[in-house]
């Protein structure tokens, strides 16, 4: 069936990840929102990540992010919760990395159902992490940012400084 605004098969929520160090995607495919979903992506996500480093995971501001279950689990697991401003998803410096998923398997596509969608998702998330950036890329790719970030004396993340 072609996309409509009845939804009469319902909608799936993909939950994201990338692992900036790793240049490495992966995400989970779930019925809905909610705190119950919610959780179940972000353990998925530490499952991925099984040391005990501090993981930092930017989400945007849904309430279901925010509920007790989910912060009293993530203070157990050394996962930080970082939360994006309200209407500003371009703030998120992950989301591009999902343009290309968006690109070659949602956009201009007539899937059946969302189980061909849901088998779709990851086997693209496997070709694109098997064709994933050399680890010494990356570290020269961080490098020059982190040159250019201290000409400007700026730090990510934080506003420019005005001139006096």
Same mark, same amino acid.
């Given at each position: 069936?072609?996309? @409509?605004?009845?939804?009469?098969? !319902?909608?799936?929520?993909?939950?994201? /990840?990338?692992?900036?160090?790793?240049? %490495?995607? #992966?995400?989970?495919?779930?019925?809905?929102?909610?705190?119950?979903?919610?959780?179940?992506?972000?353990?998925?996500?530490?499952?991925?990540?099984?040391?005990?480093?501090?993981?930092?995971?930017?989400?945007? @501001?849904?309430?279901?992010?925010? !509920?007790?279950?989910?912060?009293?689990? /993530?203070?157990?697991?050394?996962?930080? %919760?970082? #939360?994006?401003?309200?209407?500003?998803?371009?703030?998120?410096?992950?989301?591009?990395?999902?343009?290309?998923?968006?690109?070659?398997?949602?956009?201009?596509?007539?899937?059946?159902?969302?189980?061909?969608?849901?088998?779709?998702?990851?086997?693209?998330?496997?070709?694109?992490?098997?064709?994933?950036?050399?680890?010494?890329? %990356?570290?020269?790719?961080?490098?020059?940012?982190?040159?250019?970030?201290?000409?400007?004396?700026?730090?990510?993340?934080?506003?420019?400084?005005?001139?006096?």
């Amino acid at each position: 069936m072609r996309a @409509n605004f009845h939804k009469s098969t !319902g909608v799936r929520q993909f939950h994201g /990840c990338y692992s900036v160090g790793d240049d %490495l995607l #992966f995400g989970t495919v779930l019925e809905k929102k909610g705190a119950v979903n919610t959780l179940t992506a972000l353990k998925q996500i530490r499952a991925q990540r099984p040391d005990a480093k501090t993981m930092y995971v930017i989400l945007d @501001n849904l309430s279901t992010h925010k !509920g007790g279950k989910i912060r009293t689990w /993530c203070a157990t697991r050394a996962v930080e %919760l970082c #939360f994006t401003q309200t209407y500003s998803s371009w703030t998120n410096p992950i989301e591009c990395q999902f343009g290309p998923l968006r690109e070659f398997v949602l956009n201009n596509s007539d899937h059946p159902s969302h189980l061909v969608v849901a088998k779709r998702i990851p086997a693209y998330l496997a070709w694109r992490n098997a064709n994933a950036k050399p680890p010494d890329v %990356l570290a020269g790719q961080r490098k020059e940012r982190a040159r250019i970030r201290s000409e400007r004396q700026r730090r990510w993340g934080r506003p420019a400084t005005r001139a006096a």
